[in-house]
C-alpha cells in the first residue's frame, strides 16, 4: 500500500492525551493535507487541536469538524474525548482549502480554483444552523467541473465548529481537488422502500392531503402493513417517507421523516414541503435492509476501482452506527471487510452531503485511488 496516506485516532481523559496516542501513530514523510475530526466533548478546544497538529507534523493545510461520534478504520468513537487524524500527500496546486461560504453571495466571491486549474470535486463540511445550506449546496456543486460534492453537516452539542486552515463556522467549508486526484465515492441509503412510488396529488406546503388521488394515511396504512397500521404510535424511527430523484440512474432517493399524522383527516405531513406531482414512497428503517444496502455500495465500489485505495474519508447520518448496526463498530467493519486496513477517517453527521444534495440516514463513502 502507498505510504502518501497514514492515520492516527484514539480515545483520551482530555484533548492533549488524545492528540499524543494520535500523533505517534502518524509517523512517515511531510504530508500537504491533513483531515481532522473531533468529538464535540473536545470542540471547545478546536483551536489548539488543530495547531498541536500542525506544529506537530509540519502539515501546514488542514480540514475537518466536530461530530457527536467520529470514526477511523474499523473502529467509531461516541461521547468520549476522542480525535480521528489523516494525512495525505497531494501536489500542492492539485487541491485548495476554502471557508467562508455562508450565502449565495459568497459563491460568487469565493475563489474555487486549485492553483490556476479549476476544481473538480470538494469534500465540505456544513453548519446545520444556516438555513441556506441546502441552496448552498446545490450552487457550490454547480462551480465545481464534476458536478459533486461529499461531506456532512456538523454534529455538535457545543458549536458547531469546523475548520479549514483556520476555525471557522456558520456556513461550508472544505476542500477542493483538481481532476487530476483520482475519487470514487458511493452513498447507501439506511432506509429501504416498502411499497411502490406513489403521485402527491394534493398538499398543502409539507402535509400531504391525497396521493394518488387517495388519503394521504390510508395509502400510507396499506403500505406499512396491518400489525403497523393498528398502533401508529410505533412509526417513529421506524417509517419515513422517501422522495426518488428525478433523473438519477442509481434510484437514489430523499429520506424525510414523518413529522405529523392527522388520523381524522387523513393527512400525513413530513420532514420536506412538497409540491403536487412530486412522487413519494414510504420506507422502512431496520438493521437487515441497511447492511444490505451497505454491503451492495461496498461491492460496487470495489468492482469499479483498479489499484487499492489509498486512503478515505467516511461521512454517517447520527441515526447509523451503533443506533442500527450495533455497538461494536459494526459498519465501519464492514468497510475495512471490504477495502482492508486502509487510513480512513470521518464522523456523524447531522446530515449527509452527495453530489449536490443534502441526505439523511446515507452513508457517503469516498476513496482516494
Known amino acids: 500500500m502507498s505510504s502518501s496516506f497514514r492515520f492516527g485516532h484514539a480515545a483520551g ?47 501546514p493545510h488542514w480540514v475537518g469538524t466536530v461530530g457527536i461520534g467520529i470514526c477511523a478504520t474499523g473502529r467509531e468513537y461516541v461521547d468520549e474525548p476522542a480525535l480521528a ?16 461560504i455562508k450565502s449565495n453571495n459568497d459563491l460568487g466571491l469565493i475563489r474555487l480554483k486549485c492553483g490556476e486549474r479549476k476544481a473538480n470535486f470538494a469534500i465540505v463540511h456544513a453548519d446545520p444552523q444556516n438555513s441556506e445550506v441546502p441552496e448552498l449546496i446545490t450552487g457550490l456543486a454547480g462551480k465545481v467541473e464534476s ?51 406513489h403521485v402527491i396529488t394534493q398538499s398543502q406546503r409539507n402535509i400531504i392531503v391525497t396521493l394518488d388521488e387517495r388519503p394521504a394515511l390510508e395509502v400510507m396504512k396499506e403500505d406499512i402493513g396491518d400489525a403497523l397500521a393498528r398502533d401508529l404510535n410505533r412509526l417513529g424511527g421506524l417509517i419515513f417517507a422517501g422522495l426518488p430523484i428525478a433523473g438519477t440512474d442509481t434510484g437514489d ?13 387523513g393527512l400525513v405531513a413530513i420532514g420536506e414541503i412538497v409540491e403536487q406531482g412530486t412522487r413519494l414512497m414510504f420506507c422502512r428503517r431496520d438493521t437487515a435492509s441497511a447492511t444490505e444496502d451497505m454491503n451492495r455500495m461496498l461491492a460496487s465500489m470495489k468492482k469499479g476501482l483498479y489499484t487499492q485505495p489509498r486512503g478515505g474519508v467516511y461521512y454517517s447520518c447520527l441515526g447509523r452506527g451503533a443506533n442500527l448496526f450495533g455497538p461494536d463498530s459494526e459498519e465501519l467493519k464492514m468497510i475495512a471487510s471490504a477495502f482492508g486496513e486502509i487510513p480512513l477517517v470521518g464522523f456523524f453527521c447531522n446530515g449527509e452531503i452527495s453530489h449536490n444534495r443534502l441526505y439523511g440516514y446515507t452513508g457517503v463513502l469516498t476513496l482516494f485511488a
Open 13 to 59: 481523559k482530555d484533548w492533549q492525551e488524545a492528540a499524543r496516542l494520535c500523533l505517534a501513530q502518524l509517523g512517515g514523510p511531510p504530508a500537504g493535507l491533513g483531515f481532522l475530526y473531533v468529538t464535540d466533548l473536545l470542540a471547545d478546544h478546536l483551536g489548539d487541536i488543530v495547531e498541536f497538529f500542525r506544529q506537530r507534523t509540519g502539515v
Open 85 to 100: 487524524v489523516m494525512l495525505g500527500e497531494f501536489a500542492p496546486d492539485s487541491f485548495q482549502v476554502f471557508s467562508g
Open 147 to 197: 458536478g459533486f460534492l461529499v461531506g456532512g453537516l456538523t454534529s455538535s452539542r457545543r458549536r458547531n465548529l469546523q475548520f479549514a486552515d483556520k476555525v471557522t463556522e456558520g456556513g461550508i467549508s472544505g476542500v477542493l481537488f483538481a481532476d487530476e486526484v483520482t475519487i470514487a465515492t458511493r452513498l447507501t441509503q439506511g432506509c429501504s422502500p416498502i411499497g411502490p412510488k
Open 253 to 265: 432517493y430523499l429520506v424525510r421523516n414523518l413529522v405529523g399524522i392527522d388520523p381524522a383527516r
